[in-house]
């Protein structure tokens, strides 16, 4: 009874309430801008070379110390992209005094932590620790800095881990995007080069000793502490821990100058059956000392900077055509840039780009209204806090700070100068910075279907996923017969392992025999609910006689029965289907002569006369639905593939027109076989175990 009571009187309050106090139907009114408390900088040189910037903030019993050096990606060289990254990854991994594993205890043991990264231009390592283990951090500090090891083993992990993530980044769109945009905008210079493969086999230990030895040195160097401690105390721990550390400043940065764009123009990035586009438009703009950043800082976030802005607004709310466009002005301690992005579907990507255009052309020529003006201002202003609330986000903006050269109140009156931009003076920035009749626009997505749509709005440029130059008639190749080298073709058994997001959770068993004229060609799949058994019967001229295929696809059962004959493939082929019932396709038409079944597709791939540089189109039998396709297979170098079989000299082949591309590895020395299977865009690789 009393819980009923109770239950009536909150009813009878929540009415009372509901019928004083209504809802509010417009938000408040956006209270006075309040300074930034902001703890005070203390600067100090040190006597070998070193800068010590210090913050005070007693409120948290915590400490961020972090050392900074001119030794970022920039300085890579020339085809060994990625140097200063894997020095990053490798300085913390060993001094003479500590091997990895006791760095890594010996920190996290106090629950901290440290850890080294790059950027474009500085190389900075970091600790993390409470404040009664200041000594720690800095003592860690210096012995990684000042005499890092740099394993041999460590570094051919750490080369591993780099591969793997590259490839990873080569099969996302929006990577690829950003890649050919960088290279469009800087050219030549080190802000435009990409890592690559080749980059990364090429970087020896020697190059790792070397570029450490030359790049992260003490003068120059800026030293950030920031957190639970007092000058007094922080100057004693460096002194101690860099004092003797001597050495001259490294060489500066010397690099060409980014081209000149003079027109408007489209690269168009063929990825062979993509169902969506990425869209990246931008320009270069100022150095980061430049006053007008914060009137176009503004500027690009009426545009796209948040889901209030323009193109999110009208792309996605109003058009439904992404999920998310934005735009964002860029700081580097050379020439900047800016870069407006769009994902969409293939089939609305040339009226997004046209609205993406129409939407820079309003920043640049009308007026901002205040309404647009005051809620930028004010996103921006009061975002601004939340960036600089622990040591950790204070010493990595006033690291940004420093290193950019922005000077020692630009902290303190960043909020102020956004505050003081007009509706006039942001729109003359973006006249100034998004610069119409010079943009650089890279479309990464199926050209095939988007070249000719994209030509009415600018001069397009085809090139492939790698960056060369196509001729649009190689858009739609002719597969034909390739005069195959059947003596590759031995009996052997191979095995893979299947790994899914880098975890083992199946494999692939292949066998070929030889019998009288006949090969016959047998696959077993098993990965989770996937379950897949395949039998290829081919003539010893690799012309096809049958396929038959059963499986199961999570519960739905799956077989393919063909015959090829005369010119001809009848059967049937059932295939599995988002409803849940299984989709049945009669088979009965003509293929052309030297038609492949997909199914014996990586068993012939062993027998093409692989050479450097080399691309064949293929006719292959889609045995799933029916149709033929032409399958582009592009031979690139020679690569040390390492897989559980060993490291294996291997061709890179690239397999597009399929409905998904396909990266396979074939090894060099004959008679050949299947070394690694990657299918782009999916988390899935099946490696040679023996």
Same mark, same amino acid.
């Given at each position: 009874?009393?819980?009923?009571?109770?239950?009536?009187?909150?009813?009878?309050?929540?009415?009372?309430?509901?019928?004083?106090?209504?809802?509010?139907?417009? $938000?408040?009114?956006?209270?006075?801008?309040?300074?930034?408390?902001?703890?005070?900088?203390?600067?100090?040189?040190?006597?070998?070379?070193?800068?010590?910037?210090?913050?005070?903030?007693?409120?948290?019993?915590?400490?961020?110390?972090?050392?900074?050096?001119?030794?970022?990606?920039?300085?890579?060289?020339?085809?060994?992209?990625?140097?200063?990254?894997?020095?990053?990854?490798?300085?913390?991994?060993?001094?003479?005094?500590?091997?990895?594993?006791?760095?890594?205890?010996?920190?996290?043991?106090?629950?901290?932590?440290?850890?080294?990264?790059?950027?474009?231009?500085?190389?900075?390592?970091?600790?993390?620790?409470?404040?009664?283990?200041?000594?720690?951090?800095?003592?860690?500090?210096?012995?990684?800095?000042?005499?890092?090891?740099?394993?041999?083993?460590?570094?051919?992990?750490?080369?591993?881990?780099?591969?793997?993530?590259?490839?990873?980044?080569?099969?996302?769109?929006?990577?690829?995007?950003?890649?050919?945009?960088?290279?469009?905008?800087? +050219?030549?210079?080190?802000?435009?080069?990409?890592?690559?493969?080749?980059?990364?086999?090429?970087?020896?230990?020697?190059?790792?000793?070397?570029?450490?030895?030359?790049?992260?040195?003490?003068?120059?160097?800026?030293?950030?502490?920031?957190?639970?401690?007092?000058?007094?105390?922080?100057?004693?721990?460096?002194?101690?821990?860099?004092?003797?550390?001597?050495?001259?400043?490294?060489?500066?940065?010397?690099? $060409? $100058?980014?081209?000149?764009?003079?027109?408007?123009?489209?690269?168009?990035?063929?990825?062979?059956?993509?169902?969506?586009?990425?869209?990246?438009?931008?320009?270069?703009?100022?150095?980061?000392?430049?006053?007008?950043?914060?009137?176009?800082?503004?500027?690009?976030?009426?545009?796209?900077? +948040?889901?209030?802005?323009?193109?999110?607004?009208?792309?996605?709310?109003?058009?439904?055509?992404?999920?998310?466009?934005?735009?964002?002005?860029?700081?580097? #301690?050379?020439?900047?840039?800016?870069?407006?992005?769009?994902?969409?579907?293939?089939?609305?990507?040339?009226?997004?780009?046209?609205?993406?255009?129409?939407?820079?052309?309003?920043?640049?020529?009308?007026?901002?209204?205040?309404?647009?003006?005051?809620?930028?201002?004010?996103?921006?202003?009061?975002?601004?806090?939340?960036?600089?609330?622990?040591?950790?986000?204070?010493?990595?903006?006033?690291?940004?700070?420093?290193?950019?050269?922005?000077?020692?109140?630009?902290?303190?009156?960043?909020?102020?100068?956004?505050?003081?931009?007009?509706?006039?003076?942001?729109?003359?920035?973006?006249?100034?910075?998004?610069?119409?009749?010079?943009?650089?626009?890279?479309?990464?997505?199926?050209?095939?279907?988007?070249?000719?749509?994209?030509?009415?709005?600018?001069?397009?440029?085809?090139?492939?996923?790698?960056?060369?130059?196509?001729?649009?008639?190689?858009?739609?190749?002719?597969?034909?017969?390739?005069?195959?080298?059947?003596?590759?073709?031995?009996?052997?058994?191979?095995?893979?392992?299947?790994?899914?997001?880098?975890?083992?959770?199946?494999?692939?068993?292949?066998?070929?025999?030889?019998?009288?004229?006949?090969?016959?060609?047998?696959?077993?799949?098993?990965?989770?609910?996937?379950?897949?058994?395949?039998?290829?019967?081919?003539? #010893?001229?690799?012309?096809?006689?049958?396929?038959?295929?059963?499986?199961?696809?999570?519960?739905?059962?799956?077989?393919?029965?063909?015959?090829?004959?005369?010119?001809?493939?009848?059967?049937?082929?059932?295939?599995?289907?988002?409803?849940?019932?299984?989709?049945?396709?009669?088979?009965?038409?003509?293929?052309?002569? +030297?038609?492949?079944?997909?199914?014996?597709?990586?068993?012939?791939?062993?027998?093409?006369?692989?050479?450097?540089?080399?691309?064949?189109?293929?006719?292959?039998?889609?045995?799933?639905?029916?149709?033929?396709?032409?399958?582009?297979?592009?031979?690139?170098?020679?690569?040390?593939?390492?897989?559980?079989?060993?490291?294996?000299?291997?061709?890179?082949?690239?397999?597009?027109?399929?409905?998904?591309?396909?990266?396979?590895?074939?090894?060099?020395?004959?008679?050949?076989?299947?070394?690694?299977?990657?299918?782009?865009?999916?988390?899935?690789?099946?490696?040679?175990?023996?």
């Amino acid at each position: 009874m009393r819980a009923a009571r109770a239950l009536s009187a909150l009813v009878l309050a929540a009415g009372v309430l509901t019928a004083q106090e209504p809802f509010p139907t417009r $938000p408040p009114a956006a209270a006075p801008l309040r300074p930034v408390q902001f703890p005070p900088f203390q600067d100090v040189a040190l006597p070998n070379g070193m800068t010590l910037l210090l913050v005070v903030n007693h409120e948290q019993p915590t400490l961020s110390v972090s050392l900074s050096f001119r030794a970022g990606n920039a300085f890579d060289p020339a085809g060994k992209e990625g140097l200063a990254a894997l020095v990053a990854e490798l300085v913390t991994k060993g001094t003479p005094t500590r091997t990895a594993e006791q760095i890594a205890a010996a920190i996290e043991g106090v629950g901290g932590g440290i850890a080294a990264s790059t950027g474009d231009d500085f190389l900075t390592v970091s600790a993390d620790v409470l404040s009664d283990h200041a000594e720690l951090a800095f003592t860690l500090l210096a012995d990684v800095t000042r005499r890092p090891t740099l394993p041999a083993e460590e570094l051919e992990l750490a080369r591993q881990r780099f591969l793997s993530a590259l490839e990873v980044e080569l099969s996302q769109p929006n990577s690829v995007a950003g890649r050919a945009f960088q290279k469009e905008i800087y +050219g030549t210079h080190p802000y435009g080069r990409n890592t690559s493969v080749a980059a990364y086999r090429a970087i020896t230990r020697d190059d790792v000793v070397s570029f450490a030895a030359r790049r992260i040195r003490p003068t120059g160097a800026l030293l950030v502490v920031a957190g639970d401690i007092t000058l007094a105390r922080a100057r004693q721990l460096a002194t101690a821990a860099f004092g003797e550390w001597r050495g001259a400043a490294p060489a500066p940065l010397v690099a $060409p $100058p980014a081209p000149a764009k003079r027109a408007t123009d489209i690269l168009l990035v063929h990825r062979p059956g993509s169902v969506q586009s990425n869209i990246v438009i931008g320009n270069t703009t100022f150095l980061p000392t430049d006053t007008g950043y914060y009137a176009a800082r503004i500027a690009a976030h009426v545009l796209g900077g +948040g889901s209030d802005s323009r193109l999110f607004l009208i792309l996605r709310e109003q058009k439904g055509w992404t999920y998310g466009s934005y735009a964002a002005l860029r700081r580097t #301690r050379g020439l900047g840039y800016w870069e407006a992005t769009f994902e969409g579907r293939t089939e609305v990507t040339d009226s997004a780009l046209v609205e993406l255009l129409h939407q820079i052309d309003r920043v640049r020529t009308e007026v901002i209204p205040d309404s647009e003006l005051t809620a930028a201002r004010g996103f921006l202003i009061g975002s601004f806090p939340l960036t600089i609330e622990t040591p950790r986000q204070i010493a990595s903006v006033v690291t940004n700070a420093r290193l950019l050269g922005l000077g020692p109140t630009y902290i303190q009156r960043y909020r102020e100068r956004l505050a003081a931009v007009t509706g006039p003076r942001a729109r003359a920035a973006a006249q100034r910075t998004f610069r119409r009749t010079a943009l650089t626009i890279v479309v990464v997505g199926d050209a095939k279907t988007l070249y000719d749509k994209l030509k009415p709005i600018a001069a397009v440029r085809l090139v492939d996923i790698e960056g060369n130059a196509m001729n649009p008639a190689d858009l739609n190749p002719t597969g034909g017969p390739v005069a195959f080298d059947a003596t590759q073709i031995v009996a052997r058994s191979d095995s893979f392992q299947a790994l899914v997001q880098g975890n083992a959770l199946g494999g692939q068993a292949t066998k070929v025999v030889l019998s009288g004229d006949s090969i016959v060609y047998t696959e077993n799949t098993a990965i989770g609910g996937f379950q897949q058994r395949s039998t290829v019967v081919l003539n #010893r001229d690799l012309t096809m006689r049958r396929t038959e295929q059963t499986g199961t696809v999570q519960s739905q059962q799956t077989s393919i029965q063909l015959a090829y004959s005369g010119g001809r493939v009848k059967g049937t082929a059932m295939s599995p289907s988002p409803t849940g019932t299984p989709r049945s396709v009669a088979v009965d038409t003509t293929v052309p002569t +030297g038609t492949i079944d997909d199914n014996a597709l990586t068993l012939v791939l062993t027998a093409l006369p692989l050479e450097q540089g080399k691309t064949f189109h293929l006719n292959v039998f889609s045995s799933g639905d029916g149709v033929t396709r032409v399958v582009s297979v592009k031979v690139g170098g020679v690569e040390q593939v390492v897989v559980p079989a060993g490291t294996i000299p291997a061709y890179r082949l690239e397999l597009a027109g399929m409905q998904l591309p396909l990266v396979v590895h074939v090894s060099r020395d004959k008679p050949r076989r299947i070394v690694r299977i990657a299918p782009t865009g999916a988390p899935l690789v099946f490696e040679l175990v023996k």
